[in-house]
């Protein structure tokens, strides 16, 4: 919405039944939220422009969850893109996180045209800078390497 998207042109899905009481909470109420498994979900075949994914893949460690959540997404966009950002590297403090590689994000979108750019700082480095000073964030966050997510857009053409 803070790029100037309408309400009610938005879709989000959430598993957690906490997460989704506290989006109906904050979000306006022309935005439709679902509930539930997303690649299980009865979105409409090639109904969405943009499909959006944030930190959902490094979260589903068995390749084939990643693979129907993928296929779904794909199905359900229009000639458009879906947007990812999500980690690029693993988490060594936290298992239940694993870092997407590019070449997997081809993998699931193998029809898509990728164009690629990792971003955000590290948060545990992140913190640890902003803690001696604030600006820091911006010439650690300017070495690619430090950078733990990318961000991918990932272009559906029209079918010929």
């Given at each position: ?13 959430e ?18 939220l ?57 988490n ?5 996180v ?20 990792r ?18 964030y ?23």
């Amino acid at each position: 919405m803070r790029a100037g998207f309408t309400p009610s042109h938005l879709t989000g899905c959430e598993l957690l039944p906490e997460r989704l009481a506290t989006a109906r909470e904050v979000l306006p109420a022309g935005v439709q939220l679902l509930a539930g498994d997303a690649a299980g979900l009865s979105i409409e075949a090639a109904s969405q422009d943009i499909v959006f994914q944030a930190t959902v893949f490094s979260s589903l460690l068995q390749d084939d969850t990643q693979q129907r959540l993928a296929q779904a997404m794909w199905q359900w966009l229009k000639p458009g893109a879906v947007l990812w950002y999500d980690f690029c590297m693993d988490n060594p403090r936290n298992r239940d996180v694993r870092g997407v590689p590019l070449s997997r994000v081809q993998a699931l979108f193998p029809q898509g045209r990728l164009s690629a750019q990792r971003v955000t700082l590290a948060p545990p480095i992140a913190r640890r800078v902003c803690r001696l000073h604030p600006s820091l964030y911006h010439l650690f966050n300017a070495l690619p390497l430090l950078r733990s997510h990318r961000l991918v857009w990932i272009h559906k053409p029209h079918q010929s």
